[in-house]
């Protein structure tokens, strides 16, 4: 997941979200993009978007989805994500070598129903930022 703060939004207020780009590696069993509202600076609130891509899906490759509904730039953040559920030990979303945006990395485990960057979940060791890009239009 990735939080495009205010501070970016503001530049594009009265504009459009109209698709999500994101790389994978390998396919998951299951992909949701998934677009929330503001919440706090760490964590996203109300689902504004969410679309499965399952089937619309390619390996090795940037991945496009146009959203059915665009949505509204405001001003105030958007969180755009994938959600992707594996049935094995694999990694698909692709990533940047670093080093990590503050708003770059956030990850979401079943485990701990918890949002944390990348980075704490990895105690620093991993310094990277998700593939993933909103596509915007008037």
């Keep these: 997941m990735a939080r495009f703060p205010t501070s970016e939004t503001n530049d594009f207020e009265g ?3 109209e698709e999500i780009v994101f790389y994978l590696s390998d396919l998951p069993d299951q992909c ?3 677009i929330y509202g503001e919440g706090t600076a760490t964590t996203p609130n109300t689902i504004l978007y969410q679309s499965d891509v399952t089937n619309n899906l390619e390996s090795s490759a940037w991945n496009s ?3 059915s509904t ?3 730039i405001t001003g105030e953040d958007i969180w755009i994500g994938v959600r992707l559920v594996h049935n094995s030990n694999i990694a698909s979303i692709g990533c940047d070598t670093g080093p990590a945006n503050i708003n770059g990395d956030y990850l979401w485990a079943d485990g701990d129903n918890t949002w944390m960057t990348f980075r704490e979940r990895t105690e620093g060791e ?3 930022n998700w593939n993933i890009r909103g596509v915007i239009k008037e």
Aim: glycine share 0%; hydrophobic share 55%; aromatic share 0%.
């Design 15 to 17: 504009q459009n979200l």
């Design 32 to 34: 949701e993009v998934i």
């Design 65 to 67: 989805h146009t959203l």
């Design 70 to 72: 665009p949505i509204a």
């Design 126 to 128: 991993v310094n990277i």
